[in-house]
């Protein structure tokens, strides 16, 4: 019977993999959520509700939900930290907001092309000048093709040991936009080189993430670094799905283009990545 029972679980798990869009990590938008993953890495969530559900709570919920569990496991919990500014999503001011919210996608396109990261996200050629059919953006001669997950058989050698870092910089002073959009490019090429390109954060998160780590006090750079390495390790034993579409109401002024290789996308709070061929 146990033999039986065995070969049914291997069964199960072949057909049924763990695909990357259940990675924890790769769901969580705020610190809080954080912890609640590494909780989970540790097998420590017992008592904790679902992910999904711990994720409806407000943060003075999910601050006492995860006090215990992160003491016993050494993970610094501050407090929520309260306002009585109403909430509000502003990505040029580093303003805390009460609930990360989907950012409209003009609003991150404007951030990324602004003069204040023109030489970072340089535009080669005008938005204008592009389109956009099926899974491709033709700019004139340059063809961009969209790119999800990737099994770890076609990804580069060492990408998903310990060597490999995320290293977003550290933000030393000067134009926060500036700053944060140089970060996100960072983060964006290091999700992809682990395959992970298909599960990445919008720039509206990536921000939002960075407003709620500093009110907190908590250290940036460190934190994703922290992220990354879970990250690694569910890559090297979940499955993921390579399948990839574009949603028919996509549209190119939801884009963006970085530096002069990739373009990426935000429709309806989800990213979808374009890499030059």
Avoid: W
């Avoid at 199960?12 to 993953?37: G, K, M, N, R, W």
């Avoid at 535009?123 to 790119?147: N, Y």
């Avoid at 290293?167 to 002073?173: D, E, N, S, T, V």
């Amino acid at each position: 019977m146990k033999i039986v029972r065995y070969v049914f679980a291997v069964v199960f798990c072949s057909i049924y993999p763990a695909y990357a869009d259940q990675f924890c990590f790769a769901l969580a938008e705020t610190y809080y959520e954080q912890v609640y993953c590494q909780l989970q890495a540790k097998a420590q969530t017992k008592g904790l509700p679902s992910f999904n559900q711990f994720k409806k709570n407000n943060e003075t919920v999910q601050a006492s939900l995860l006090k215990r569990p992160a003491e016993r496991n050494g993970i610094r919990l501050p407090l929520p930290v309260r306002t009585t500014k109403p909430a509000t999503v502003s990505i040029r001011s580093p303003e805390r907001i009460s609930k990360p919210q989907v950012v409209q996608p003009n609003a991150v396109i404007n951030e990324l092309n602004s003069g204040a990261v023109r030489n970072i996200h340089s535009v080669s050629a005008p938005i204008e000048r592009c389109e956009l059919t099926a899974k491709q953006i033709r700019c004139d001669d340059r063809v961009f093709k969209l790119v999800g997950n990737k099994a770890n058989h076609r990804l580069a050698a060492e990408v998903l040991t310990g060597d490999n870092k995320m290293a977003l910089p550290a933000y030393q002073g000067g134009e926060l936009q500036q700053y944060l959009a140089r970060a996100y490019t960072q983060y964006i090429t290091k999700m992809c080189d682990i395959g992970l390109c298909g599960v990445t954060m919008t720039y509206g998160k990536f921000a939002y993430l960075y407003q709620d780590l500093q009110s907190k006090g908590l250290d940036f750079p460190q934190r994703f670094e922290i992220m990354y390495g879970f990250l690694k390790k569910d890559k090297t034993t979940m499955g993921v799905s390579e399948s990839s579409s574009v949603p028919a109401s996509l549209s190119l002024q939801a884009c963006a283009e970085l530096g002069d290789t990739r373009f990426v996308c935000d429709h309806q709070g989800r990213n979808y990545i374009f890499d030059l061929q």
